[in-house]
């Protein structure tokens, strides 16, 4: 697909995670349970997967990551920084216009006649 | 490592991703397990653990969540040629003057009993430890990865190639047509004669005609580790 948006849906969770990080730090839990209250249930996945996303995320250097003891427990807990901002910007741009083409789409009614 | 991911552990360390990242990622599931657990508990359910382990996902979603992820590949499962078939020339041949200056300073700091002689104590650490503990490095670095049992034997086959076998004989006394590097090492009034002979270079039967009995032990030392992996590797692929 022209645009550069190939890999537009192995971007969804970084989206994701990095908009909740936005926000507030959170630890992995959390933002599995947010990502599932704020989609009411509709996005379904492991919840161990969001980890990968995270890792993967701080080593491009999108996430900065610190262990908090919290209540008697010790968790590690992510917050974005400045090129993180950058790229969930650059996501958001991505998912905007692709799913306004999707809309345009679906939507119809311009017809090209071919020539 | 904690017993629910086990397999999983396994799973990402055979497909090459670097043991501190795989360190990481199972510490962080099972405090995730844990929250999981505990709301679980908490809402009433009948088999907490179980339901957790469930919405944790299944193993194959977790190790291919992270095993897509290239970044997160260790050095050994990238370039094994580089870590199994070139690092261990290097190793030896930086290991060798390096053991000597060591020895040297721990007898200068303490002077300990045990150094006896500096000459003696390097030809019999370069004999029996040094060149041991490269291949047990070695050996060690295969297991922790799950790598394929060539590399530990390619690294150990150039260690036994290579590997030098100290002496402290006068050039004069080497039988004809042995090759040798000598180290001539004065420090303090002390020399260290140390002519260490890799088997390649030599009339290695001849060698062996010498000094059967060391050499011998000598490579049996450096066989060891590889012998346990191998023991080891048997046993896994029995219980697979």
Redesign the interface.
């Given at each position: 697909m022209a645009g550069g948006n190939s890999n537009f849906l192995s971007g969804v969770p970084e989206l994701m995670v990095l908009r909740l990080l936005q926000d507030r730090e959170m630890y992995?839990?959390e933002i599995?349970q947010a990502i599932q209250a704020q989609s009411r249930g509709t996005l379904c996945?492991?919840?161990?997967?969001v980890?990968?996303?995270l890792?993967?995320l701080e080593?491009d250097g999108a996430l900065k990551s610190r262990r908090r003891e919290v209540s008697g427990?010790?968790?590690?807990y992510y917050s974005l920084n400045s090129r993180g901002v950058r790229r969930l910007s650059d996501l958001t741009d991505t998912w905007t216009s692709t799913t306004q083409a999707i809309q345009n789409v679906l939507k119809g009614g311009l017809h090209v006649h071919p020539v | 490592m904690s017993t629910p991911f086990k397999a999983l552990e396994d799973r990402l360390l055979r497909g090459g991703i670097a043991p501190r990242h795989v360190k990481r990622y199972l510490r962080e599931l099972g405090e995730h397990l844990t929250d999981i657990t505990e709301a679980q508990a908490a809402a009433g359910h009948d088999a907490p653990t179980a339901a957790a382990r469930a919405a944790l996902g299944p193993d194959e979603e977790l190790a291919d969540a992270m095993l897509k992820r290239r970044g997160f590949r260790s050095l050994c499962a990238r370039f094994p040629w580089l870590v199994f078939g070139v690092v261990p020339v290097l190793a030896l041949s930086l290991a060798m003057p390096w053991h000597i200056l060591v020895l040297v300073v721990l007898k200068t700091l303490s002077a300990p009993a045990l150094f006896h002689t500096l000459e003696g104590m390097v030809l019999f650490t370069g004999n029996f430890i040094l060149v041991p503990a490269i291949v047990l490095l070695f050996v060690f670095i295969a297991w922790r990865q799950r790598l394929s049992l060539a590399w530990p034997i390619l690294s150990t086959a150039i260690i036994l190639i290579l590997s030098p076998h100290w002496d402290n004989q006068p050039v004069a006394d080497f039988p004809p047509g042995f090759s040798a590097l000598h180290l001539l090492y004065s420090y303090s009034g002390e020399t260290i004669r140390g002519g260490f002979t890799p088997l390649f270079l030599g009339a290695w039967w001849q060698l062996i005609a010498a000094q059967g009995a060391k050499l011998a032990a000598q490579y049996l030392l450096i066989l060891l580790p590889l012998a346990w992996l191998v023991r080891r590797h048997g046993k896994t692929v029995a219980i697979a």
């Open positions: 992995g839990y599995v996945f492991g919840e161990g997967v980890y990968p996303v890792h993967g080593k427990r010790s968790r590690v | -």
